[in-house]
C-alpha cells in the first residue's frame, strides 16, 4: 500500500492521537509539570509500541527522562535514528490565547494548542510514517527513536545522557523535524542552526530602594547603569561591541551566500506579519543573513524597581536582566559567556556591583549538503512537493545537534515541515494539517532514499 492510501485511510486517528499528546501540559520550565512530563513520554512509549518498535523505555537522567525506543530488523543494515523532543513552552500569556493551550481545535484546517508544531506535532509524524512502513513491511534499516523532555530548557542532561549510552545511541544518520520550511509549497532543508549563549545580570546599588528625592542626584542609580550598560553591547550599526565577539566566525563565501539567497523572502510581508514598519538588523547584511548567517544580541527582559501602578518615587536598589545572544557555526558558546562577563563588568562604573551567570548555552551546527543524508531528504520533498527543497540557515538552536555530532559523531538532517506562522513559543501556536499529513508523506520516502 501507498504511503498517501494509508495516510487517508487513518487520517482521523492520526489527528486524534496528537490530540492525545497535546491535551497533556508537558512545560519542562516549571517542575510542578514533573507528572506531566512522565505521562508525556508514557504516551509517546506505547504509541511507539502500538507502531510496531520491539523495544521502549523511559529512561532516567539526571532531570527529565528521555524515552528511547528502538526496531532493529538486521545488524548489518544502516540506523536511522529520530530525535525529537515531548516538552513544549510555557504557555503563558494564557490570556492571549483564542482556545485553551492544552484542548486542541481545529480551525480553518490547523491545529491549535501548545506543541502542535514544536514539536509534538512534529514528532508524531515520525511515529505515524513508522507505524506505516512496519505495517506494510517496508521498513530497510533499523530505527531507533531517542525523545527528550528538555529541549526547551537547553537540554541540560542529553549530552552526558549521550556520554552513557554511546553504543545504545549508534546510528547513521540522526533525522530530525524541528525546524520550518520556507513556506507551505517551498520545502526546504535546514543546513546550518545557531548556538546560544544565554545569561543572567545583576547590577546592584544602594542596600535598600530609597527615595528619589532625599537621595537622588547623588547615589547612582542602578536602572540607569543597567541601562547604559545595555547599550554599550552593540553600536549604531547593531554590531556588538565585545572584543574579540566575531573572531571565530567563519566568513560564508560569496557563491554560499547566492545558494542561500535563492530563498525566496518578501520584507513587506515579512513587517506586515509582525505589525512593524521597519526591520533592523547589522549593517551590510539582507534579513535572511541576519537571521541565518550572523550572531545577534538581545534583551529577553529587563527589570528592577517600581512597575507597578502609579508613581512611586524610588532609587532602585538594583536592577536585571535576561540577555542572550544567538552564535553562528565555530563560535564557542563558554567563551562568548567568557568575553561578555568581562566586557560587561568593564563597563560598570565603581560603586555598583556586577553579577552575571550562564543559563544555558549550545554550539551552533552546520550540515553538509553533499551528503547522503542531504541528496535523500531532497528527493523525498522533491516527491512529495514536486520542488527541489531550498537548503536555509536557521537562526534558531537545537543544540543538542551540535552535542549528537561532538558525542557519538553521527550528523543530523533537518528536515523541517513547520512554518514561520505557527507561532511556536508564542500564543496560539498552531500546524496546518496540510504539514502534518505532508510530513508523514514525506518521511518513509527518506528510509527509501537513504538506505537504497
Ligand atoms: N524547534 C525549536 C528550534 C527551531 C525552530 C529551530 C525553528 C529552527 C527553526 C526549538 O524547540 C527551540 O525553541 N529551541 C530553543 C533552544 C534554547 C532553549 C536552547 C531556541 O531556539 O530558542
Ligand atoms: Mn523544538
Ligand atoms: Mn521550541
Redesign the pocket.
Known amino acids: 500500500m501507498e504511503i498517501k492510501e494509508y495516510i487517508e485511510l487513518h487520517q482521523q486517528r492520526f489527528l486524534d492521537e496528537l490530540c492525545g499528546l497535546l491535551r497533556i501540559p508537558s512545560v519542562s520550565a516549571n517542575p510542578g509539570h514533573k507528572k506531566d512530563m512522565k505521562a508525556a513520554a508514557e504516551f509517546l512509549k506505547d504509541r511507539l509500541m502500538d507502531a510496531g518498535v520491539d523495544h521502549a523505555e523511559i529512561m532516567p537522567t539526571k532531570g527529565i527522562p528521555v524515552l528511547y525506543a528502538e526496531k532493529i530488523i538486521n545488524t548489518s543494515l544502516p540506523t536511522v535514528m529520530v530525535y525529537g523532543?515531548y516538552d513544549v513552552?510555557p504557555a503563558d500569556p494564557v490570556e492571549l490565547w483564542n482556545s485553551d493551550p492544552f484542548e486542541p481545535v481545529i480551525k480553518e484546517n490547523k491545529i491549535f494548542g501548545r506543541g502542535a508544531d514544536?514539536?509534538k506535532g512534529?514528532l508524531y509524524m515520525h511515529v505515524k510514517a513508522f507505524e506505516y512502513l512496519v505495517k506494510t513491511n517496508q521498513l530497510s534499516c533499523n530505527v531507533k527513536f531517542i525523545i527528550e523532555g528538555e529541549?526547551?530548557?537547553?537540554?541540560p542532561s542529553l549530552k552526558e545522557f549521550c556520554k552513557q549510552h554511546k553504543e545504545l545511541l549508534k546510528s547513521d544518520i540522526i533525522l530530525i523535524s524541528?525546524?520550518?520550511m520556507i513556506a507551505q509549497d517551498t520545502p526546504s532543508i535546514?543546513v546550518g542552526?545557531?548556538g546560544?549563549s544565554?545569561l543572567e545580570v545583576d547590577v546592584t546599588g544602594p542596600n535598600r530602594d530609597l527615595h528619589s528625592g532625599l537621595y537622588g542626584g547623588a547615589v547612582i542609580n542602578p536602572v540607569n547603569v543597567l541601562t547604559k550598560m545595555i547599550a554599550s553591547l552593540t553600536d549604531n550599526n547593531n554590531s556588538v561591541l565585545i572584543p574579540g565577539f566575531y573572531d571565530d566566525i567563519i566568513l560564508v563565501d560569496e557563491e554560499e551566500r547566492k545558494q542561500l539567497s535563492r530563498a525566496p523572502f518578501n520584507s513587506e510581508t515579512f513587517k506586515k506579519s509582525i505589525d512593524v514598519d521597519e526591520i533592523g538588523g547589522e549593517k551590510g547584511y539582507t534579513t535572511l543573513e541576519h537571521i541565518g548567517l550572523r550572531p545577534s544580541l538581545d534583551v529577553n527582559g529587563i527589570w528592577g524597581g517600581y512597575t507597578g501602578e502609579g508613581a512611586k518615587t524610588i532609587i532602585p536598589s538594583s536592577a536585571h536582566a535576561k540577555i542572550?545572544m544567538?552564535l553562528v557555526p565555530n563560535q564557542n558558546s563558554m567563551n562568548i559567556d567568557k568575553i561578555f562577563t568581562e566586557y560587561f563588568k568593564s563597563l560598570a562604573p565603581k560603586g555598583v556591583k556586577v553579577n552575571v551567570r550562564s543559563l544555558?548555552?549550545?554550539e551552533g551546527y552546520l550540515a553538509p549538503l553533499d551528503s547522503k543524508a542531504y541528496h535523500a531528504a531532497s528527493k523525498a520533498l522533491e516527491k512529495t512537493f514536486g520542488k527541489v527543497p531550498v537548503p536555509i540557515r536557521?537562526?534558531?538552536?537545537?543544540?543538542v545537534v551540535a552535542d549528537f555530532e561532538q558525542v557519538l559523531g553521527v550528523k543530523s538532517i533537518?528536515m523541517?515541515f513547520?512554518l514561520d506562522s505557527d507561532a511556536?513559543?508564542s500564543p496560539n501556536e498552531n500546524f496546518p494539517l496540510y504539514n502534518f499529513y505532508k510530513g508523514i508523506e514525506t518521511i518513509p520516502w527518506f528510509y527509501k532514499y537513504f538506505t537504497a
Open positions: 523532543h513552552q514544536d514539536d512534529q529541549e526547551e530548557i537547553g537540554s524541528d525546524t520550518t535546514t542552526l545557531r546560544i544565554y542572550s544567538r544555558h548555552g549550545g536557521s537562526g534558531g538552536s537545537i543544540p533537518l523541517g513547520g511556536i513559543h
